[in-house]
């Protein structure tokens, strides 16, 4: 088979990576993706202007359907990620980049400008878990806003981190902002955001940070992602690709994600649950499907999906 798929100036081995947040913000956990077989690029940890401790623990929780997270962007700072993407040759990184303001995304993407980094960089408009911080991408006018100083300056692979839409307004709506600008990609989606979990035995809720509200992911959202993906590529540019990010627990779902018109796959919630192994274990039932579909390549199926 071949699983080869392009991102902006960048070919990769296969289509999945890593979610961002995802065993990807130390030197240590960095270094386990570049070992990860078929894991085809890694995606930093969002990085902000100064190094953040993130929230209280506890700020992860497995659930049977899923996990709920309320991280709050804890990372080692920009620096640290951008220096690690500039050594990194393993294979191709997707550098995550988020702010607390405007002022702190311009800064951050000014000095990746500046740099030597060639590769793609992601800039996170959809962090739900930082107290008093709402997230971007829900408001289309500060999206706009931040695309356009961005673009003023900014040459280099740059995409968007998207938050899901739950109306068909909302997806013409970010479309028509982001079609206006010369994005490589957008990944979609970021965990729903202020889901809330309650222990009934313990009559409390699971997570610290913000009375409990935190980041859906996992098996319960994979409708959801498929639904962003599929909306969006029906109304982006076709030179914006996208990355579907959601749900994904076996082959195929990557298969449904790419049907979806996914160029890339990534895997948050299910790499918590079974480890680095699991790209491995995709890769093989991807594979068997499209053998016994009779594809040969991803092309075959992307954005195939039937209506009836
Ligand atoms: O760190 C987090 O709490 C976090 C981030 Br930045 C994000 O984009 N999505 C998420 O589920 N958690």
């Known amino acids: 088979k071949n699983l080869t ?81 500039q050594q990194e040759k ?74 899901p839409y739950f109306d068909l307004v909302h997806f013409d709506q970010i479309a028509a902002v982001l079609n206006d600008f010369p994005i490589t990609h957008v990944n979609t989606v970021n965990s729903v955001g202020n889901g809330l979990v309650v222990d009934v035995a313990k009559e409390q809720v699971v997570t610290k940070a913000k009375g409990g509200f935190g980041g859906l992911g996992g098996a319960m959202i994979l409708p959801t992602a498929l639904a962003n993906v599929r909306a969006l590529r029906q109304r982006l540019n076709d030179n914006i690709a996208i990355i579907g990010t959601g749900g994904v627990t076996t082959g195929a779902d990557v298969f449904a994600h790419i049907l979806c018109g996914a160029d890339m796959v990534s895997v948050g919630t299910q790499v918590i649950k079974e480890g680095l192994g699991v790209y491995d274990r995709l890769t093989q039932e991807l594979e068997a499907l499209m053998t016994e579909k009779g594809y040969e390549r991803l092309a075959d199926f992307r954005g195939q999906l039937r209506e009836l």
């Open 5 to 85: 798929t392009q991102l902006a100036n960048v070919t990769f081995d296969g289509p999945l990576l890593n979610a961002s947040g995802i065993h990807c913000q130390t030197s240590a956990e960095l270094a386990d993706l570049a070992n990860t077989s078929n894991l085809a690029g890694i995606v930093t940890k969002s990085a902000t202007l100064f190094p953040r401790k993130g929230n209280e623990n506890p700020r992860y929780h497995d659930l049977p359907y899923g996990s709920i997270n309320s991280m709050g962007l804890p990372n080692l700072g920009y620096p640290f990620y951008l220096d690690y993407v």
């Open 90 to 163: 393993a294979k191709p990184t997707i550098l995550s980049v988020a702010g607390l303001s405007a002022d702190d995304v311009i800064e951050v993407l000014s000095d990746i400008q500046d740099s030597k980094y060639q590769g793609i960089t992601e800039l996170n408009l959809s962090c739900p878990n930082v107290p008093g911080k709402p997230q971007t991408a829900y408001d289309f006018v500060a999206t706009r806003k931040v695309l356009e100083r961005v673009f003023e300056f900014f040459t280099k692979p740059i995409g968007v981190k998207l938050p």
